[in-house]
């Protein structure tokens, strides 16, 4: 089980997180939105205002994953888009993490660019079955 941490108020997160939903056939994932009530209680270890930066997901080991990190080991996860591996070698790793690093600050913006809207209303929300466990 891997536990991923989103901004559910990202549309772009919210997309990436619905694909994983979709191919995740074997339930090794669980997407937590930051944004849910309660967040900080739940989950004491994980600080709001990183994750809000960076994605965060946790192993069932306890150890923390962080952006690219992160990103590969949900999509390893459920067996899917093995070509993220990648983004993780040394050289194209460090490149491939400042690309994450600027996207993930202007998240918001790109996805006003590529969807259209800048952040989620009701409408880009996960089922309640993803966003509250």
């Not at 997407?31 to 960076?54: C, G, M, Q, W």
């Not at 069932?60 to 093995?82: N, P």
């Not at 460090?94 to 259209?116: E, H, M, N, P, T």
Request: proline share 3%.
């Amino acid at each position: 089980m891997l536990t991923i941490f989103y901004d559910g108020q990202c549309p772009l997160c919210v997309r990436e997180m619905q694909k994983l939903a979709q191919v995740d056939k074997r339930h090794q994932l669980q997407l937590v939105d930051l944004n849910i009530a309660h967040f900080s209680e739940n989950y004491p270890y994980i600080d709001t205002l990183k994750a809000s930066r960076i994605l965060h997901a946790q192993t069932q080991t306890g150890e923390i994953l962080l952006g690219l990190d992160a990103t590969w080991a949900a999509w390893q996860q459920v067996d899917k888009h093995r070509w993220i591996r990648l983004l993780r070698w040394p050289v194209i790793g460090w490149f491939a993490d400042v690309g994450y690093w600027f996207f993930a600050r202007y998240r918001y913006r790109f996805s006003r660019l590529i969807l259209g809207q800048k952040t989620c209303d009701e409408l880009c929300g996960l089922p309640s079955k993803s966003r509250d466990k």
